[in-house]
């Protein structure tokens, strides 16, 4: 399906709970469950996605395009599993640099030690 | 996505029943999407199963309201791409609802609400003498004796009089009433009291709410004080509430004071004077049918008592006071009704089409949403939405427009429908409405959506390619066919009821209304003027005041003029036997000059026919042939059996036969005669024609009035306008409504019409193309899309003329002098809605023409 290359940085910033998710997938698919243990497991506990919001936001990107699912046999039955699509990458990309350069800002004024 | 193949068995996962609940408040799609997931990841994640569910409930709706918003806003999108379409649309919408505001306030204010008294329900009329229908108060009295079936039985008399020593003199109108009926009406003072038995004659009077505050500046210490009433002191014994509304058989109104009447009075003592209407309260359980048999033994008892004065009694009759005061508008306003309902009709089969025309034009991008994964249920859904913001928004300029017409109609409404005052658009009024909206929405969203639904497969089928699909195409022109049908049948009533007003106004009157007035001559003190003699120089003298009034071409003196109804008396022809019911008026000698009233025989009234000289008559034509089979009466004798005081009933000469005049534009031209004012000692009128520059009029009658003396009041000035207006209203207001009604349901066809025939030319692109290649003239392309139109048309057109041949007859009440099958008015209406099919093909005909060959092979 063509889609209009539109600029990423027209849907930033992203929702907190949003950009968690699509880190949990930048480094290869998973399916639900798994995104949610990741999420929690690297924020420490902070950011936990219950199913109806989670499976919220997989619908949403899924009809956005930002992630597409297919499904996988694994130990617990056949399950959707979640992958980044290039403009999904390029959304979270562009969510990570705006995040960096709010980071480099504080750090500016001297908000956080510098090169932590 | 379906598997094909066995599913293992654990793979549909047990779900905790709380979680299930909870998961069925989300839309269905992530419900059939996810339940499963969810089911696994509960399985292997351990959460909190409430916190889950609350989860869940809460994602749930906020998907709905998102996918709501989503819908509103598409639809918005989708309807700006239109605007032709949604402003014809909510326009449809706006005006047939406007009239449904409209009708249906004035029905609910009218019809449906009981009239203002506690026991409303149980309020009759009692007519003592159906048709004529006044008491007089020794009838009265032994009717209230012997009657079985009333609770409470009072009387009320019109009253006017003179109020002076509060300003400049005024006269106020106000009733004669007796003790009963307040106790009828159930009214309450709100100081002081009302009139009781002991009140029976004397000169006590009780003020309206709005008197007290006008002349008596709202002071309570009113009471036991006296007011000057044609010169006479009265003492106040109290003040009525503010809301007191007088019932009388035209109508609710309100008087401006209450004096008792007076048995005592020479006049009111005579059986003959029948000036009192009677109201009751039936007693609990009593049928109106009952207590007018009762009425009806009791009066022909009195009649047979007394016979010299009953001379034409028919019957008496009991009649339900709601019956009788909403009675004549009844079957107008349900007609209306009908009608705005009809209307209502017109503009959801009209929008439908619009709706289907536009589907069909947009049936690639529905065909396209459909198979990207758009459920049927989701564009259905897309459909009524977008219905939902139409009917919205033609439901709130409609409302508007019914608020605006209801002011609009009101000055008409106030004089022609009895209770207008109480119509206004209330709450109840807007739930209606806001149902019918509702239901019209679904219906006009729901039928595109349905046939869409049928065709989408079809669509998806033929892949695209252009070209009708037969069962919408059928929906399409029987809608149109339908729509041409119901606006026939309304034009054709507004046509008939239009063409009755036509007729009602230009009936020879025999008489010449122009500029003509009539003037008050005002009731004299007998202090100042104690006898008729002394009256009547007054009135002459005002007579002559008012022919000095620049602009005024002539004036005379009267008792009663037509249109401002008028004295029946039973008349007899001595030598004959039977007694003839005629209508009588006293008159000045030049009061047929001023009427333009021609004189057929003899002579005219002089002034030499006083009290005096030999007792004279002139009658008119209908009264020569009906009682003489004659013209030629001069010379013979009448004796009308007028009772008044002074003039014993006596044979009169008949010395002149005039025209026949009419008392009304319906009423037929009654036999009646003339008797000179001055032999009758009786006054009432000035009538005066002017030149037609009335400006100011009123003001120097009123100074002509003051320059005979200061202490006359203000005089009521009527306009043969007005008069004409108040006589002709009803017909009026049925003309104006029904009319516009008809302009709306043709307006609202012409579109349909249009919308039809361009969509058809659309359609038909290349084949025109091709025509036009092999050598077609635009003449054949132009007669072959209005010969299409015309088609249609004609099948409407039979199918309304049938629809009409069988309803007009329930317009009869609206009807004067006019058939409901009125050959002209059909074929009028028939040939109207013929050329409104050409006008609306016209524009897409002529595109037709226009096509050319080569655009045909681009079109597909």
């Known amino acids: ?116 | 996505m379906r598997a094909g193949c066995f599913r293992p068995a654990h793979s549909m996962t047990a779900m905790h029943p709380l979680l299930r609940l909870a998961l069925a408040t989300c839309p269905r799609d992530y419900r059939r999407e996810y339940e499963q997931s969810i089911a696994i990841d509960m399985r292997v994640r351990h959460e909190n199963v409430f916190a889950v569910a609350l989860d869940l409930i809460c994602q749930g709706f906020g998907m709905r309201v998102e996918g709501a918003l989503r819908d509103l806003s598409f639809a918005l999108r989708t309807l700006a791409k239109a605007p032709m379409y949604t402003v014809v649309a909510v326009l449809a919408i706006a005006l047939a609802i406007g009239g449904n505001v409209a009708v249906t306030s004035v029905l609910e204010g009218v019809l449906l609400k009981p009239l203002p008294y506690p026991n409303a329900d149980r309020l009759v009329h009692v007519d003592a003498d159906a048709g004529i229908g006044q008491f007089s108060y020794l009838d009265a009295r032994d009717f209230r004796a012997e009657q079985t079936t009333l609770e409470r039985f009072g009387l009320i008399g019109s009253d006017s009089r003179v109020l002076s020593g509060k300003g400049r003199p005024v006269t106020l109108n106000g009733s004669a009433v007796d003790e009963g009926y307040f106790a009828v009406l159930e009214a309450h003072p709100q100081i002081g009291r009302l009139l009781n038995g002991a009140d029976r004659g004397a000169k006590t009077i009780v003020l309206a709410d709005k008197t007290w505050r006008t002349y008596f500046s709202g002071d309570p210490r009113v009471i036991g004080t006296t007011a000057t009433l044609n010169g006479m002191n009265y003492t106040i014994v109290g003040v009525a509430k503010p809301g007191m509304r007088d019932i009388s058989p035209q109508g609710l109104s309100s008087n401006a004071y209450w004096v008792p009447l007076n048995p005592r009075g020479s006049v009111e003592t005579q059986r003959g004077y029948t000036n009192y209407d009677g109201w009751a309260l039936l007693r609990r359980g009593v049928s109106v049918r009952a207590a007018s048999a009762d009425a009806q033994r009791v009066l022909a008892a009195i009649v047979h008592r007394y016979p010299a004065n009953h001379g034409t009694w028919t019957r008496a009759q009991v009649s339900s006071a709601f019956d009788l005061l909403v009675g004549p508008v009844r079957q107008m306003l349900w007609l209306l009704y009908a009608a705005v309902t009809v209307l209502l009709v017109i503009a959801c089969a009209n929008i439908v089409n619009l709706t289907l025309v536009r589907a069909a034009a947009r049936e690639r991008e529905l065909v396209v949403r459909s198979a990207l994964g758009a459920s049927r249920g989701r564009i259905a859904v897309q459909l009524i939405v977008e219905m939902g913001v139409i009917a919205l928004a033609g439901g709130v300029l409609g409302i508007g427009l019914g608020f605006a017409g209801l002011r609009l109609f009101d000055a008409i409404g106030a004089q022609m429908i009895p209770r207008w005052e109480g119509v206004r658009v209330d709450g109840g009024v807007i739930a209606y409405v806001a149902l019918l909206l509702a239901a019209t929405s679904v219906l006009t969203g729901a039928i595109p959506a349905l046939t869409q639904r049928r065709e989408l497969v079809q669509g998806l089928r033929a892949a695209g390619r252009s070209g009708d699909l037969s069962g919408a195409k059928r929906l399409r022109t029987g809608l149109v066919i339908a729509e041409i049908a119901l606006t026939l049948g309304l034009v054709t009533s507004a046509g008939l009821i239009v063409r009755s007003f036509e007729t009602l106004t230009h009936v020879n009157l025999g008489f010449d209304a122009r500029h003509l007035y009539t003037i008050e001559i005002p009731s004299m003190p007998k202090s100042a003027y104690p006898n008729y003699d002394a009256q009547f120089d007054a009135a002459r003298r005002l007579v002559a005041a008012v022919r000095s009034v620049p602009g005024v071409q002539d004036a005379a003196a009267t008792t009663i003029v037509p249109f401002k109804g008028g004295f029946v008396v039973n008349t007899t022809v001595p030598g004959k036997s039977g007694i003839h019911e005629v209508d009588g008026n006293a008159v000045a000698p030049e009061y047929f000059r001023v009427m333009r009233v021609p004189l057929v025989r003899g002579r005219s009234f002089t002034p030499r026919d006083g009290p005096h000289a030999q007792s004279v008559a002139m009658v008119n034509e209908a009264l020569a042939r009906q009682l003489f089979g004659t013209l030629d009466v001069v010379g013979r004798h009448i004796r009308p059996g007028v009772s008044s005081d002074n003039t014993p009933s006596m044979v009169r000469t008949i010395v002149g036969v005039v025209g026949n005049t009419r008392n009304g534009f319906s009423q037929a031209m009654r036999p009646e005669f003339y008797l000179p004012l001055t032999q009758l000692q009786a006054l009432g009128l000035i009538i005066a024609r002017t030149d037609g520059h009335d400006a100011g009029f009123a003001r120097a009658i009123d100074r002509a009035y003051a320059s005979v003396d200061p202490s006359f009041p203000a005089p009521e000035i009527v306009s043969y306008d007005t008069l004409f207006a108040q006589d002709a209203g009803r017909w009026r207001a049925a003309a104006m409504l029904f009319s516009t009604l008809a302009v709306i349901a043709l307006i609202l066809a012409l579109a349909g019409i249009y919308a039809v025939s361009a969509y058809a030319v659309q359609q038909r692109t290349q084949e025109f193309g091709i025509r036009k290649a092999i050598g077609a003239r635009d003449r054949a392309v132009l007669g072959g899309v209005l010969l299409d139109a015309l088609r249609f048309a004609a099948a409407g057109i039979v199918l309304g003329a049938l629809l009409a041949a069988m309803c007009t007859r329930y317009l009869n009440s609206l009807l004067f002098e006019t058939s409901p099958l009125d050959p002209v008015t059909f074929t009028f209406v028939v040939a109207l809605i013929v050329a409104c099919t050409v006008l609306a093909a016209l524009i897409p005909a002529l595109r037709a023409t226009r096509i050319q060959p080569a655009s045909a092979l681009r079109y597909e």
Do not use: N
Request: no cysteine; aromatic share 6%; net charge positive.
């Open chain 1, 1 to 116: 399906m063509l889609r209009e290359r539109r600029d990423p940085s027209s849907v930033l910033p992203l929702g907190a709970s949003a950009f968690y998710v699509l880190l949990a997938l930048a480094d290869g698919d998973r399916h639900g469950a798994s995104i949610a243990e990741e999420v929690e497991a690297a924020t420490d506990g902070i950011t936990r996605l219950l199913p109806g919001a989670l499976y919220r936001y997989l619908k949403q990107m899924t009809l956005d395009g930002w992630i597409v699912e297919h499904e996988a046999q694994d130990d617990d039955g056949r399950r959707k599993y979640y992958r980044l699509t290039p403009w999904g990458r390029r959304i979270a990309q562009a969510e990570a640099q705006r995040l960096d350069s709010v980071v480099r800002m504080a750090r500016a004024r001297r908000l956080l030690p510098a090169g932590a």
